[in-house]
């Protein structure tokens, strides 16, 4: 009997001690009435992959991001966003540990239309560009620019109503 506790306590202390696998998916859906909360859902995607990528790093675990994406369907009168990161084993000097974002969701008459507005009002709110900057100076990837990653998703409703998101996606040491 005391074989088999002994067994049983090696083979949870092993399950709970095993270290993530090479490459590591983050995925966040929403789904909501409410489009104007969306930006919620961003926010919550932004702070777990962050606080993952630095409980990889303490852990001795490091991992950098290699690609990012954020999907958009409208379906039964709801928004659903489903937003992924893939985090890839690196050697420690080459880890990302901050990752952060900025985007917009704005509404359009059609999905050309939407998009180019999207355009224009991130351009007349001129934050992303300074964003990016403040990024570069404060967190210096390892190649001289942070890694970036620019994502677009168009969506429409069932009153023809078009639906653009536009995320922009920084990572840094």
Same mark, same amino acid.
């Given at each position: ?5 002994v ?17 590591e ?5 929403? !789904? ?8 919620? %859902? #961003? ?5 777990? *992959?962050?606080?993952? &990528? ?13 690609d ?8 039964d ?22 990752? !952060? ?6 509404p359009?008459? %059609? #999905? ?5 507005? *999207?355009?224009?009002? &991130? ?51």
């Amino acid at each position: 009997m005391k074989k088999y506790i002994v067994v049983l306590c090696l083979l949870i202390f092993m399950q709970c001690n095993t270290p993530p696998s090479d490459k590591e998916e983050i995925t966040y859906e929403y !789904s909501s009435a409410n489009f104007t909360d969306a930006h919620l %859902s #961003a926010n919550t995607f932004e702070a777990t *992959v962050a606080q993952t &990528l630095k409980e990889r790093y303490a852990a001795s675990y490091p991992r950098k991001v290699s690609d990012v994406s954020v999907s958009m369907a409208i379906y039964d009168g709801r928004l659903h966003l489903i937003w992924t990161a893939y985090l890839v084993r690196c050697q420690k000097a080459d880890a990302d540990t901050v990752f !952060s974002r900025r985007g917009k969701l704005l509404p359009g008459a %059609s #999905a050309f239309d939407v998009q180019h507005h *999207v355009e224009k009002v &991130l351009e007349e709110e001129n934050e992303i560009q300074p964003w990016i900057q403040a990024f570069r100076q404060r967190y210096m990837h390892r190649s001289g620019n942070p890694c970036r990653f620019d994502r677009t998703s168009t969506g429409m409703q069932n009153d023809s109503t078009y639906w653009c998101i536009r995320e922009f996606f920084c990572v840094g040491p």
